[in-house]
């Protein structure tokens, strides 16, 4: 979903208010019962990791999750910026010019809500074709793009990745690549009863991967 212009997350994300595009992104991963089956290696207790203001990475899914399977080489929570694509770039993360996430929907879309003129287009847009560009689906501008994910060993994995908000300030960091606002996962025990009043352990879990607007925090 990241390549597909359609989204506010990777190519076509929105501009911010100096008509920049800064994205966001966070995986967390936790684990039920095992270490997770495609790689028991990663502890427990590390929770997950967000990265935030990337200016050059194709894919911020991509990257977070390398750098959350690669704890020698990002050790940390939360990495921002040119650090964490340059950590990125040496686990094979593919980077890109800043001009491949623009596109001209999103372009008007910003002039407009500043009360500018929505044309001379930058050069690279007005030398584009965006309808060859535009996959035959639904043709509205939709949102942040997420997932979770259960495997076969009980690991509950979830992912949340945006452009943030249209105009935003430069430097904002939004809800997204921060746990427990933008996303999380988490199991639990709690003590059940029969009607024999034996008492047994039952486990439950969850992984939501919000919007970017604060839903996780408000649940």
Same mark, same amino acid.
Request: net charge negative; glycine share 8%.
């Given at each position: 979903m990241?390549?597909?212009?359609?989204?506010?997350? $990777?190519?076509?994300?929105?501009?911010?208010i100096a008509g920049k595009v800064f994205r966001c992104t966070s995986p967390l991963g936790h684990v039920l019962t095992l270490a997770a089956a495609s790689h028991p290696e990663i502890l427990t207790s590390r929770r997950g990791l967000g990265v935030t203001l990337l200016t050059?990475?194709?894919?911020?899914?991509?990257?977070?999750?390398?750098?959350? !399977?690669?704890?020698?080489?990002?050790?940390?929570?939360?990495?921002?910026?040119a650090t964490a694509e340059s950590l990125g770039e040496s686990l094979g993360v593919l980077l890109v010019d800043p001009s491949y996430f623009f596109t001209e929907r999103r372009w008007r879309e910003h002039r407009r809500a500043?009360?500018?003129?929505?044309?001379?287009?930058?050069?690279? !847009?007005?030398?584009?074709?965006?309808?060859?560009?535009?996959?035959?689906?639904?043709q509205l501008p939709t949102g942040t793009v997420g997932a979770v994910a259960l495997d076969t060993r009980g690991c509950i994995a979830v992912l949340t990745s945006t452009g943030g908000r249209t105009n935003k300030l430069v430097g904002r960091v939004g809800d997204t690549p921060s746990m427990g606002s933008g996303f999380w996962a988490e199991q639990w025990s709690r003590s059940l009863r029969d009607k024999a009043f034996h008492?047994?352990?039952?486990?439950?879990?969850? $992984?939501?991967?919000?919007?970017?607007d604060g839903d996780v925090r408000d649940l």
């Open positions: 990241e390549d597909n212009p359609l989204f506010n997350s $990777g190519k076509g994300s929105v501009f911010n050059r990475t194709r894919n911020p899914s991509q990257l977070v999750r390398a750098l959350y !399977l690669s704890p020698s080489a990002a050790p940390h929570v939360f990495l921002s910026g500043l009360g500018l003129p929505e044309e001379p287009l930058p050069d690279h !847009l007005a030398s584009a074709d965006e309808s060859q560009l535009m996959p035959a689906l639904d008492s047994k352990q039952e486990s439950r879990a969850i $992984g939501i991967s919000g919007t970017g």
